[in-house]
Every structure is written in structure tokens, then in C-alpha cells.
């Protein structure tokens, strides 16, 4: 992988991070155009998801910490049941991480036909929210296991992570602004433990085979990135225009099944 390929690829990361439209899926679809193979594109992935993490802890920092502070308070208050509700969400990404990390592994090979495929699924549920009747209901504990299952989902490459977790909760008459705060902060977790997992069992080792450089320019360029469709994104849920990223989903699914 070169600095071009991989400024472009993290740029393409920390774009599409955000915005619903598959971060995985568009990250396997420029492997394929740009001619990057190897068993070490997973590699340069938990690096650039690393990146916008960072950048959603930018974004976030005043929510992250205001709920720190109400931890430390020690005491069953608002910013403890968030917490506990981010937590509950992130369980079952893990039981799906833990129990079948091979066979999702397996799924990052650049397989065009199978992505255009979830991207069309993704197209659906982004597609559907354009129905959905906006509540001011708030997140409870079934909603927090509900959309955390559809966090899950989304570790196949095709299915934006942000645009299930969004949907499902719009579905189930959350806020816009409340699901959008939400499904950015819930990811944190997960993202962050399957770095550290990565990290203790040596897989980072890998970075010789790519080079430290080029997985340097991939973070920098998905940090900042991801910082403006970060704010841009949480617009886009206020003003409840998710129905224009089905439609983008649709047409580069059909052009990812018809290339591949």
C-alpha cells in the first residue's frame, strides 16, 4: 500500500464512518479499485476505525465528559443509566466478535457482488426511516439491547454501522438528535476493545508488511475526516434527510453487484 492509496482510503474511512452509507463496504470497494490486496486490509482498517474514534471523542467531548463526571458522583443518576445503556448495546457486537472473529475476518476479501449486496439491505433501512413518525420517546434498556443487536449486524461489509443504528432507533420513535448522539458515542466501546484485543494478541505486528508510514497518513486523513462528517452528520439526522442516502446506497450497490 503506498501514501496515496492509503490517504484516499482513510479519507474514505472517515467519511463514510459517519454518514450512513458503510464504512467497511466503501473501504472493500477502494481495496478493489485501487488495487490493494493482502490479508492486511482488516489491519488498516482497525487503524483508520481507530482514527475516528478519536475524532468522535473531539466531537463529543463535552457529552463524554459530563457522563465521566456523573460516574464519579458514585450514584444511580442520569449520566450512570447512559452509561449503562451504551454498555448493554455493546454486547452484542462482542458476543458476535468473540464467537465468530474468523468467519468475519473471512468476509473482507473485496468481494464486490457480496457488499453491492448489503449495501442494497442498507439502502432498505435507510429507506424506511423516511416513514418512520418522529416521537419524543428516550432510550430505554430494550432500546439500547435492540439497537445494539443492529450495531452487530453491522460488522459485514455493506451494512453502515451508523445508518442501522440510526434507522432501528427512529423505528422505535426515539429523537433524532438523542439516536444520533447515541449511536456515535455506543460505538466507542466496541471499536476501542477490538483495538486493545488486537494489540495484546500481536495482529498490530502486521504493520511491518504495510508500513508504519502509510498507516500513519491513513489515520491522519480518516481523524480529520471524520471530525467534519462527524458535525455534518448530526445535521443531516436533525433535518431527517436519511432518504437521500438510500438512494446513494442503492445506485453504488447496483454498480458494486454489476463490477463485481
Known amino acids: ?19 450512513p452509507v458503510s464504512s467497511s463496504g466503501h473501504l472493500e470497494i477502494g481495496h478493489a479499485l485501487l488495487g490493494v490486496k493482502g490479508d492486511n486490509n482488516l489491519l ?12 468522535t471523542l473531539v466531537v ?29 448495546s455493546a454486547i452484542p457486537v462482542l458476543i458476535l466478535g468473540l464467537l465468530f472473529k474468523e468467519k468475519i475476518e473471512s468476509l473482507f476479501t473485496g468481494n464486490l457482488v457480496f457488499v453491492g449486496s448489503m449495501l442494497l439491505i442498507t439502502a432498505c433501512l435507510l429507506g424506511f426511516t423516511y416513514f418512520a413518525k418522529s416521537r ?12 445494539g443487536i443492529a450495531q452487530a449486524m453491522a460488522v459485514v461489509p455493506g451494512i453502515s454501522r451508523s445508518g442501522s443504528t440510526i434507522a432501528t432507533g427512529l423505528l422505535l420513535g426515539k429523537k433524532r438528535e438523542d439516536m444520533a448522539r447515541f449511536s456515535f458515542l455506543m460505538v466507542l466501546i466496541p471499536i476501542i476493545g477490538a483495538n486493545f484485543l488486537d494489540l495484546v494478541g500481536g495482529e498490530m505486528s502486521a504493520a511491518d508488511s504495510i508500513g508504519v508510514l502509510p498507516l500513519a497518513v491513513g489515520f491522519i ?5 471524520g471530525l467534519l462528517a462527524c458535525k455534518w452528520m448530526i445535521k443531516i439526522v436533525k433535518q431527517g434527510k436519511l432518504i437521500y442516502f438510500a438512494a446513494y446506497c442503492l445506485i453504488i450497490g447496483l454498480i458494486a453487484i454489476f463490477a463485481g
Not at 457529552?63 to 458514585?74: C, Q, Y
Open 1 to 19: 500500500m503506498d501514501l496515496l492509496q492509503a490517504f484516499l482510503l482513510g479519507i474514505i474511512q472517515g467519511l463514510t464512518e459517519f454518514l
Open 221 to 225: 486523513a480518516a481523524f480529520i475526516s
Open 60 to 88: 463529543f467531548r463535552e457529552d463524554i465528559s459530563n457522563l465521566f463526571k456523573g460516574l464519579l458522583a458514585f450514584e444511580w443518576n442520569q449520566e450512570t443509566k447512559y452509561v449503562s445503556y451504551l454498555l448493554l
Open 136 to 147: 419524543e420517546k428516550s432510550i430505554g434498556w430494550l432500546d439500547a439491547l435492540i439497537i
Open 44 to 55: 488498516f482498517a482497525v487503524v483508520v476505525h481507530g482514527a475516528t474514534v478519536l475524532s
